[in-house]
């Protein structure tokens, strides 16, 4: 891996991390289509934290008033912060139960092409849906609003199910306004990220800090620039273009206007498809049999 590929890579995890469309099946093509091989489940995690520094700066407000709801000192945070707790604890459960398999995934591209078409069909849905009911507030969500889209969570953000995608699709489907089902699905993502950033990327990160062999199921590409600075540029670059990327679906969401990202599911859903099952090679095979 090199320098370059590190901002590349970066990049693609801030603008694909909040927009629909599945950051680590993007980001899992990349490393395919750059470095003939995907890269460890640790670094995709890691790229996650510039994504939550700029979900933190993004909605300082609202984290704010979580932890003030906390601390008692606010009843529409104290009630936001339970919200989030309950969808925790599904995400958690089945993120745990499923990491082998996510990790396992990353050889298949196809796996991935098949998450981004149910996330083509979920954000159609959700888009039809939004302009049909009135939706209710986050402050009127239930115990069973939250264990919905908390479950939702913890099957996607590994197989090409988006994460964001799925969460706010899920969230109409429980009633929600749209912009409402996007602001929980951001906010969700800020313990989700951190959670799963502890989790992943501690054998990652202690050789780094202490210059010492990674180890074997985490090495970096033989030739590779330093590790650690190929993530700490990774980490910087995803934080820029995340904060850019929240501002974007947000605007968005303001009004339904998912078609258009259903549809670039659908286009890059199919790509992967193709590619992991008959590949490039076996794709211009097909384009140039004689036609009868």
Known sequence: MQLWHAILLGLIQGLTEFLPVSSTAHLTLA???MLGRGMPLAFDVLLHVGTLLALFVYFR???LQVLLGIVGKDAEG????????????????????????????????????IGLL???????????RSQKQVGREVVEMNAKDAL?????????GGFGLSRSGSTISMG????????ESTRFSFLLGIPTIAAAALVETKDLIKPLIQHLPLPEELRFPEGSVSPLGACIVGVVVAAISGYFAIGLLDRFTKA???NGFAFYCL??????????????????YVSTMPHR
């Not at 309950?86 to 990353?106: C, R, S």
Request: aromatic content about 8%; overall charge positive.
């Open 267 to 284: 286009c890059m859903g199919s790509l992967m498809l193709i590619l992991g099952t008959v590949g490039v090679d076996g794709l211009f």
């Open 118 to 128: 149910v996330t083509a069909w979920m954000l159609y849905m959700a888009n039809e």
């Open 31 to 33: 490393e395919h289509l």
């Open 256 to 258: 339904p206007k998912l």
């Open 172 to 179: 109409v489907f429980r009633g929600l306004k749209l912009p």
């Open 61 to 63: 407000k609202e984290v």
């Open 78 to 113: 104290r009630r936001l912060a339970l919200w989030l707790f309950i969808a925790m604890i599904p995400t958690g459960i089945l993120g745990l139960a499923t990491k082998a398999v996510k990790e396992a995934a990353k050889a298949h591209l196809w796996v991935y092409g």
């Open 148 to 156: 919905a889209i908390g479950a939702i969570q913890g099957l996607g």
